[in-house]
């Protein structure tokens, strides 16, 4: 009779230590289901992440191109002024004084080898700036916006005289940034009144306005416009040189076709620089 019972106890013993089995398994289970959604909700909001940057990039190479445009209404007006508004979470525009220059030499005589007037003229940059940690199209990315044209002196009646693109240059004193730019450009047109020909230069010139920070805007207003005139000129010489080269911002990063140009023509040379304020969130 006790053996029996003893028998009894040491089978319901080892039931006992099987029943633990499923309780382990359970809580193994269930880590490995909290660790799979753990990793996809990382997984998710990195996508989601990626996604929301790449929308706001693509929607904000037409505004910066629209701005470019803007930069053509306002500049030949004192007191015009226009605003733009914009939508960015990760991305954010700023006026960068004085990162080109353009100097304009002007000759005269049949050959054209007397310099007669050098003027030199420089003005800022507008960026709008993603880091790369957010969203990045690969190092040394670059890619126009609106046009395919880089050069800085267009002719034209409809030609802009800014160049907007896009460009990932790495890397920079001021960071890690995929940026899209907004650069000014010379708009040259020529036109004849009676027996004289006329070649005018139109320039708009970008400086740094107040930056409050009230909100996602850039405005744009007119400060001043200047014209040079001299006749009898033979040949215009116009290059571009790039103050801010050792913080990056030099000829690799502005993509010109060429850093001179030079136009041949027997006229009186008309200059206009127009002077426009830029201002980042200057509105709530």
Request: hydrophobic letters at 40%; aromatic letters at 10%; one cysteine or more.
């Amino acid at each position: 009779m006790r053996l029996k019972m003893f028998r009894t106890k040491r089978k319901l013993l080892r039931k006992d230590r099987r029943a633990l089995s499923p309780v382990i398994s359970t809580v193994i289970m269930t880590a490995a289901i909290i660790v799979l959604v753990l990793v996809a909700m990382s997984y998710g909001q990195s996508y989601l992440t990626l996604s929301i940057a790449q929308n706001e990039f693509s929607t904000n190479q037409q505004f910066m191109l629209t701005t470019g445009l803007q930069i053509d209404n306002v500049a030949w007006m004192i007191g015009r002024a226009q605003t733009i508004q914009y939508s960015s979470t990760y991305g954010s525009v700023q006026i960068l004084p004085d990162a080109l220059t353009y100097t304009v030499q002007m000759y005269s005589g049949p050959t054209g080898s007397t310099l007669v007037n050098t003027t030199t003229l420089q003005t800022g940059i507008i960026l709008y700036n993603v880091p790369t940690t957010e969203y990045s199209l690969g190092k040394n990315y670059v890619h126009p916006i609106g046009t395919s044209n880089s050069s800085f002196l267009q002719s034209g009646s409809a030609a802009p005289d800014s160049y907007a693109y896009s460009i990932e240059k790495l890397p920079m004193s001021d960071g890690n940034f995929l940026r899209i730019v907004v650069v000014p450009t010379i708009r040259m047109m020529t036109t004849k009144v009676g027996n004289t020909n006329y070649a005018e230069f139109y320039m708009p010139l970008l400086t740094n306005g107040k930056s409050p920070g009230l909100s996602q805007s850039v405005s744009l207003i007119c400060q001043n416009v200047n014209q040079y005139l001299q006749s009898g000129i033979t040949k215009v010489t116009v290059t571009a040189s790039f103050p801010l080269a050792s913080k990056g911002f030099d000829s690799t990063f502005f993509p010109f076709q060429t850093t001179t140009q030079t136009v041949t023509l027997d006229s009186t040379v008309q200059v206009y620089v127009g002077e426009v304020s830029v201002s980042i969130g200057l509105y709530a």
